[in-house]
């Protein structure tokens, strides 16, 4: 389990996998988080049933410390410890959450944990260009924009541009 001020991290569980689904398959966050096509009961399950099987890929969901509320998920994905690299992904699912700092935290805490215990020396991702919001909150975490992959999504009916971005060991080291 992993810890901020005010979250918890805990790996996900089947108890979590409602939430998880009810956020993906909602309308304003499917495009967000790059779905496009719903999420029945059985691809959920299936999902999980290869998550816990995986050797390359973490998954935790975000859970507030009081109330004990599940919030959202994070996770890496694509995990290479040959290369030293991870795929980060955030959703904070319940919009009621939205604006009170927790993304933030979120971030900080899984570089901590991909740079200082899984000892990775890259960390990137990929956020659709719209999404200004989430852009600026990697940024402020030193995330750099790499390189745009052009109508890389089809989602509700149009192409989508997304913007790779990554931070480097070495980067995250001297913001220490």
């Known amino acids: 389990m992993l ?4 979250l918890q991290l805990e790996p996900i569980g089947p108890e979590h996998l409602d939430n998880t689904r009810r956020w993906a398959n909602d ?3 499917n495009a967000a988080i790059l779905r496009s096509l719903p999420v029945t009961r059985h ?5 999980y049933a290869r998550l816990v099987q995986s050797s390359d890929r973490l998954v935790w969901a975000v ?3 009081a109330p004990d509320e599940h919030i959202g998920n994070t996770g890496l994905y694509h995990l290479d410890f040959l290369h030293r690299r991870g795929e980060f992904w955030v959703l904070i699912g319940e919009k009621s959450h939205y ?3 927790y993304g933030s935290e979120i ?10 215990v899984l000892n990775l020396n890259r960390i990137y991702l990929n956020v659709g260009m719209e999404n200004r919001r989430a852009m600026a909150l990697y940024e402020k975490h030193g995330f750099l924009q790499e390189g745009i992959l052009r109508e890389h999504y089809y989602i509700r009916g149009s192409y ?3 913007m790779t971005m990554g931070i480097l060991r070495s980067d995250y080291d001297k913001s220490k």
């Open 3 to 6: 810890t901020t001020d005010r």
């Open 27 to 29: 309308p304003d966050l």
């Open 43 to 47: 691809a959920q399950e299936q999902w």
């Open 63 to 65: 859970k507030t410390i």
């Open 99 to 101: 604006g009170h700092g």
């Open 107 to 116: 971030v900080s805490c899984i570089l901590q944990f991909g740079f200082l």
């Open 160 to 162: 989508m541009d997304i």
